[in-house]
């Protein structure tokens, strides 16, 4: 992780982040590892919790407390401990918070008031959490300003074009150990990351069907190549299905009863609620068993049309995110992009957050271009440069 490495050598120097309590919660993994050592080096003092209980890494967590940085996360915690560690994450009363999926802020805002005061600013790291804090600010709850940190340029490229994707169908492959090519694939939703694993599967030598709620997105699937059907039609012939919508209940009860046997059901969204788990579980009567890690086999009685006898759904990752519990996540290399923004996001909030109105906030330009030179720099990638002319011509309106 090269942008970290060299954003960490100025940090260590300059400790520009000194006095800083930071609250995060994330996906407790070596990557993240790197972010917080990263910002203890710029003088922050860090308290972490887990966002996912099977993305955890408990030798990593070891570790992090092992070196001073409080880390609250085991792998498989139910959800009584997780709200115990968002809540010893609080109690360190951060600054600025680090959320991924806005189960922090969430947290903060409905049953940890008490811990508001001290809050001055934050930075959401994934789509799914920036809709819930548009949300908390469009009922004029939210208490503080938050950086879309999802939505950074750098990030979309990185993450979500390219990491999702790639670790996306990881996660299947090496749950299922399944071919891809020649298999029908059901992608929901068509935004970054459902384009991008969409592509990516096709890439495969898979045929993809996209599913679709938003015409607009709808219109850009037909127009790269791809077929769009309702999930209801798509159900009956797709073999694997993969949301990633941020919405819950896109694979309902009546979209599993019509799927084939076999099928194969894994969630790139950020929270287990894509797949309607309790409609599974009712369908299967409860005739459930784990077939390979992380791969559940339901069973099913006949489809609707009385075909087939007895059906096997196997769902992948127990519904959350396929390519953290399955895979291991985007790659090193994406991370350092993301957690590069990151980190300089927070650097910036903490000299400029008295500058923003409570409310989600887009990152500043700066900060995208800032990384995006420091990694071509460390591919040995030279940009060309404007002539003074050049720059005169595209300040002017006229063509002289």
């Not at 982040?17 to 922050?44: D, F, K, N």
Request: charged content about 25%.
């Amino acid at each position: 992780m090269p942008v970290l490495a060299e954003l960490r050598r100025r940090l260590e120097r300059e400790k520009p982040l000194a006095g800083l309590r930071i609250g995060a919660c994330l996906h407790v993994t070596p990557e993240t590892a790197v972010l917080v050592r990263s910002l203890s080096a710029g003088g922050a003092e860090i308290a972490l919790a887990a966002s996912n209980p099977l993305s955890t890494s408990d030798a990593v967590a070891s570790a992090l407390n092992d070196e001073g940085i409080a880390t609250f996360a085991h792998r498989g915690d139910g959800t009584d401990a997780m709200r115990a560690h968002l809540d010893a994450v609080l109690d360190k009363r951060p600054n600025i918070t680090i959320d991924d999926g806005c189960d922090l802020v969430a947290r903060l805002h409905r049953d940890r008031r008490d811990r508001l005061d001290t809050v001055v600013a934050g930075t959401e790291d994934t789509t799914s959490g920036a809709l819930r804090l548009r949300s908390l600010a469009a009922s004029g709850a939210l208490a503080y300003p938050v950086l879309a940190v999802s939505e950074s340029v750098t990030r979309v490229l990185a993450d979500n074009r390219h990491g999702t994707a790639q670790s996306t169908l990881e996660g299947v492959i090496r749950a299922t150990n399944t071919l891809l090519a020649g298999a029908s694939v059901v992608v929901a939703g068509y935004g970054n990351c459902g384009k991008a694993i969409a592509d990516c599967a096709r890439g495969l030598g898979a045929h993809v069907v996209v599913t679709e709620v938003d015409p607009l997105r709808a219109l850009a699937a037909v127009l790269d190549g791809y077929g769009v059907e309702a999930m209801e039609v798509a159900c009956r012939h797709g073999d694997v299905f993969i949301t990633a919508t941020g919405n819950r209940d896109v694979i309902g009860p009546e979209h599993l009863a019509g799927m084939r046997d076999g099928a194969v059901v894994a969630n790139a969204g950020q929270f287990d609620v894509e797949v309607d788990l309790h409609g599974l579980e009712e369908l299967s009567g409860g005739r459930r068993r784990r077939v390979r890690p992380m791969v559940d086999e339901y069973r099913l009685p006949a489809d609707r049309r009385g075909a087939g006898g007895d059906r096997r759904i196997l769902l992948l990752a127990e519904g959350r995110l396929v390519n953290l519990v399955a895979g291991e996540g985007s790659p090193p290399e994406v991370m350092d992009l993301a957690f590069a923004v990151q980190t300089l996001a927070c650097e910036w909030l903490w000299g400029h957050h008295d500058m923003l109105s409570a409310g989600v906030h887009e990152m500043p330009r700066e900060i995208d271009t800032a990384v995006a030179r420091i990694k071509l720099e460390t591919l040995g990638v030279a940009l060309d440069r404007l002539s003074d002319p050049q720059r005169r011509y595209l300040a002017s309106w006229g063509r002289s």
